[in-house]
């Protein structure tokens, strides 16, 4: 079973469109990330929430929605899309309340803006 | 605010050959990660360290924290192609109820024949 899922793998559009990465984990865990790494594989951190409510906002444009329904989803809402907004988007699950270790990614979405 | 800094970038190195990887970071960390990412993959964890002098070692990788200088390496001994990947360390800070990790540049490690 798959721990960490995100879908769709790819994405591509054109700027000024909305669209939406979803994020499921079936781990059980409190908390959810989202990250982004750019064309040169840097990796930040987006957004946190745990147990559905928003922890960390790190300065993200607010074209971009995180919205959590519940505790194992996580989806990226991205309005009016620009050129650098082109990335690998992953989301990441951990325990932190029970002071769990490891954090986990899913695969990653390729999003790319035409 | 922690900031992590790795080197080198970019690493060819010949099979059997042995190198360090360096990751300083510039405040208190709780925990030091490594990750390992392929191409068009996403990120394996390789060693979590907790606390000052922690030395861990899984096949050819040995990672290690000194808390008081800020600084943790990934040694590599004999490397063998399938080590070639961008080796990520990451630095994370959890205030009870907010935690993430502070990634650093990454560093390519390409092994050649």
């Known amino acids: 079973d798959t721990a960490v899922s995100q879908t769709p793998k790819y994405l591509v559009t054109q700027m000024g469109n909305d669209k939406s990465i979803k994020c499921e984990q079936n781990l059980g865990h409190d908390t959810m990330y989202w990250y982004k790494q750019d064309s040169k594989k840097f990796l930040k951190i987006m957004f946190s929430?745990?147990?559905?409510?928003?922890?960390i906002n790190e300065t993200v444009p607010n074209r971009f929605s995180p919205k959590s329904p519940d505790k194992a989803h996580l989806n990226l809402h991205i309005n009016s899309l620009e050129l650098g907004d082109s990335a690998v988007y992953f989301c990441a699950s951990s325990q932190v309340l029970a002071g769990g270790l490891e954090q986990y990614f899913g695969p990653g979405t390729r999003l790319t803006v035409t | 605010e922690l900031k992590v800094e790795q080197n080198p970038l970019f690493l060819s190195m010949q099979e059997g050959k042995n190198y360090t990887i360096y990751c300083n970071y510039s405040?208190?960390?709780?925990?030091l990660y490594w990750y390992r990412q392929d191409p068009g993959k996403s990120l394996e964890s390789l060693f979590v360290l907790l606390s000052n002098g922690a030395v861990k070692q899984e096949g050819r990788l040995m990672a290690s924290l000194d808390t008081k200088a800020r600084l943790s390496t990934l040694h590599i001994t004999a490397a063998v192609h399938d080590l070639s990947a961008t080796y990520f360390c990451?630095?994370?800070?959890?205030?009870?109820?907010?935690?993430?990790?502070?990634f650093g540049t990454g560093t390519r490690l390409q092994v050649t024949l």
């Open positions: 405040t208190t960390s709780d925990r």
């Open positions: 929430y745990n147990n559905k409510e928003l922890i």
């Open positions: 990451a630095g994370f800070i959890n205030t009870g109820t907010a935690s993430k990790l502070t």
